[in-house]
């Protein structure tokens, strides 16, 4: 499921769209709308609760982007943009989908958004508390975002109980990943000598190799990890019914392979299986 909703997300990031819109608002940049966007449900928050929450970002990284921010352009202005800007973008990927396919979607992806256990899911919940919109391709925006947070908060509370920092999961992922250290470390804005001490570190604990490749255990971890992300991740789905999680299925796929036309080959997202 997070494959079918992930793509319809991740416009906000990606589409040409969302960046004229945060632009408009008065975010120049890309990482001042990113930043804004995503932590501006929690409010006007300084670069604490961000660094927390987003986990990755090299806290240099996010001081850089916040409080300014705020200066800029208020949280409301920044929900505002990142709304036009997403809508936009999926609007113009599904202008063929039929009317009634549409509503019947984002009927389906809003009863599992609205299911979501909150409890521990600050970013779920900052965005779960926002109203909802009427338009169908808002309506599956803001529910693929309050599930897409969902997951992500989860998968958080599992780095943590692994002792995976947010600069050694990066270093650890990175080992595993298409994009490797190449994508990862100047996205999240980590130094080398930084990267290069997590790297001994994720190397005494056996999870890479003193050169920053993947190890046997590196890659078990891994796929412990992603299962405890999914068993995490699997209340909205579990309240809603396995023939409910059917019919929602068979309703993003058509819609998440047009959305996934926004991604760039190789991206911090990663692969989506359901969509292979």
Not at 14 to 32: D, H, K, Q
Not at 48 to 68: E, H, S
């Amino acid at each position: 499921m997070w494959s079918l909703f992930e793509p319809i997300h991740a416009a906000l990031y990606f589409a040409p769209t969302t960046r004229s819109a945060f632009e408009a608002a008065g975010l120049r940049g890309y990482w001042r709308g990113y930043f804004a966007g995503r932590a501006a449900p929690l409010g006007a928050v300084g670069p604490g609760p961000v660094i927390a929450t987003f986990y990755g970002f090299a806290p240099q990284m996010v001081t850089r982007a916040l409080p300014d921010i705020w200066t800029r352009a208020t949280p409301a202005a920044a929900i505002a943009a990142r709304q036009v800007g997403a809508a936009t973008a999926l609007g113009a990927v599904l202008a063929d989908i039929d009317a009634g396919v549409l509503a019947d979607a984002a009927r389906s992806l809003r009863a599992a958004a609205t299911a979501v256990d909150l409890p521990g899911r600050v970013l779920a919940a900052a965005n779960a508390d926002l109203p909802w919109p009427e338009d169908p391709v808002e309506v599956l925006w803001h529910a693929a975002t309050i599930l897409r947070e969902h997951r992500g908060d989860g998968h958080i509370a599992a780095l943590l109980v692994a002792g995976l920092g947010g600069l050694e999961s990066l270093v650890w992922k990175a080992s595993m990943f298409e994009g490797g250290r190449g994508m990862l470390q100047p996205a999240r804005g980590w130094t080398d000598e930084e990267w290069a001490a997590a790297t001994v570190d994720l190397a005494r604990r056996g999870l890479v190799t003193a050169d920053g490749e993947a190890t046997d255990a590196g890659r078990a971890l891994d796929v412990e990890l992603e299962d405890v992300t999914d068993r995490l991740a699997a209340a909205p789905w579990a309240a809603i019914g396995e023939a409910a999680t059917d019919e929602c299925a068979a309703l993003l796929r058509p819609l998440a392979v047009r959305a996934a036309v926004y991604l760039p080959p190789v991206n911090p997202v990663g692969r989506l299986p359901a969509l292979a």
